[in-house]
């Protein structure tokens, strides 16, 4: 069975910084990108940040570009998305996705791109 769980979530003052998890299972997932998406109450899912397989290929959206690392650790089936300097439009549920068998040599940001799925974890940025 495929499964994606989210972790390291919370409430933050802005200004702070957070580690979002996402541990892997039922899948190789070293083969295939990775990559994060948030959601805001009211507003469409959106890209935040990709890593292609072998990790060598990052991309960021730019709202978050300079704040934000993301890295994966293929030993350990896990992705992570270091977020710094967070601001209250950063509150959002992020996402953790694994990419297709297209996705091995790209980080790609379309979320069609994607197949597997967490269920999120709420990340709340207060002013």
């Known amino acids: 069975q495929v499964q994606l769980v989210e972790s390291g979530g919370g409430l933050v003052q802005a200004g702070g910084s957070l580690r979002l998890s996402c541990a892997a299972s039922?899948?190789?997932?070293?083969?295939?990108?990775m990559g994060w998406f948030r959601q805001a109450p009211g507003k469409e899912r959106e890209f935040v940040a990709a890593i292609s397989a072998s990790g060598a290929i990052t991309y960021y959206t730019d709202s978050v570009r300079g704040r934000a690392t993301i890295s994966r650790d293929n030993a350990k089936n896990a992705v992570y998305l270091q977020m710094n300097k967070l601001k209250p439009e950063d509150t959002a549920i992020y996402y953790c996705?694994?990419?297709?068998?297209?996705?091995?040599?790209?980080?790609?940001?379309?979320?069609?791109?994607?197949?597997?799925w967490g269920q999120g974890t709420q990340v709340t940025v207060s002013s």
């Open positions: 039922g899948r190789t997932y070293s083969r295939y990108a």
């Open positions: 996705a694994s990419g297709d068998s297209s996705t091995t040599y790209y980080a790609p940001r379309d979320a069609y791109r994607y197949n597997y």
